[in-house]
T-cell receptor, first 112, second 114 residues
Framework: DTGVSQNPRHKITKRGQNVTFRCDPI?????LYWYRQTLGQGPEFLTY????????KSRLLSDRFSAERPKGSFSTLEIQRTEQGDSAMYLC??????????FGSGTRLTVV | QQQVKQSPQSLIVQKGGISIINCAYE??????FPWYQQFPGKGPALLIA?????SEKKEGRFTISFNKSAKQFSLHIMDSQPGDSATYFC?????????????FGTGTRLKVLA
């Protein structure tokens, strides 16, 4: 068990391009979360999966954002037609009982 | 009602001193209050957490004090060390859709001087 793994660690993209991030949770955890953290702020909830089912989505998650968790294992977060306001750290976390998440190290997205 | 207010924004403490970070919440439905520690370039790591039926919880040098009537909770770091220099986030949450979704404070950047 190596914790929550996120790839890539850094991504620089041009405005208007699509990007996809991957998260591999702790293997025995059935709950997976995506949060977004901007500079100087705390993380903000984006979406949550229990196994393969996406059970909740934040209003922050516009229709340009989509997340999947096929087979209840790894998850991907895709942002289409990126905008400069999407620049942030995207954090993935997993848990079993719902409390006490384990976060990954995040993917830092810079949109130029 | 969903906000968690955290103070101070930054804190400088001498080695061996006590670091105190405060948080306040509004939603009385919150029933789980974790503290996370984040180093630059890393994700937040769970430090300690408390439920509202307990007024204090201690783990090593870290203590959470909880005041349910005032809707406030605080983190005390005793014997602060330079290695404690990091950003600390409080959070509040309640069970929703089968899990706990966190509302984080804005963070406190702690610097412990050697």
């Amino acid at each position: 068990d190596t914790g929550v793994s996120q790839n890539p660690r850094h991504k620089i993209t041009k405005r208007g391009q699509n990007v996809t991030f991957r998260c591999d949770p702790i293997s025995e955890h059935n709950r997976l979360y995506w949060y977004r953290q901007t500079l100087g702020q705390g993380p903000e909830f984006l979406t949550y999966f229990q196994n393969e089912a996406q059970l909740e989505k934040s209003r922050l998650l516009s229709d340009r954002f989509s997340a999947e968790r096929p087979k209840g294992s790894f998850s991907t977060l895709e942002i289409q037609r990126t905008e400069q306001g999407d620049s942030a750290m995207y954090l993935c976390a997993s848990s079993n009982a719902g409390m006490g998440y384990t976060f990954g190290s995040g993917t830092r997205l810079t949109v130029v | 009602q969903q906000q968690v207010k955290q103070s101070p924004q930054s804190l400088i403490v001498q080695k061996g001193g006590i670091s105190i970070i405060n948080c306040a919440y509004e939603n009385t439905a919150f029933d789980y209050f974790p503290w996370y520690q984040q180093f630059p370039g890393k994700g937040p790591a769970l430090l300690i957490a408390i439920r509202p039926d307990v007024s204090e919880k201690k783990e090593g040098r870290f203590t959470i004090s909880f005041n349910k009537s005032a809707k406030q909770f605080s983190l005390h770091i005793m014997d602060s060390q330079p290695g404690d220099s990091a950003t600390y986030f409080c959070a509040a949450s309640r069970l929703s859709s089968g899990t706990y979704k966190y509302i984080f404070g804005t963070g406190t950047r702690l610097k412990v001087l050697a």
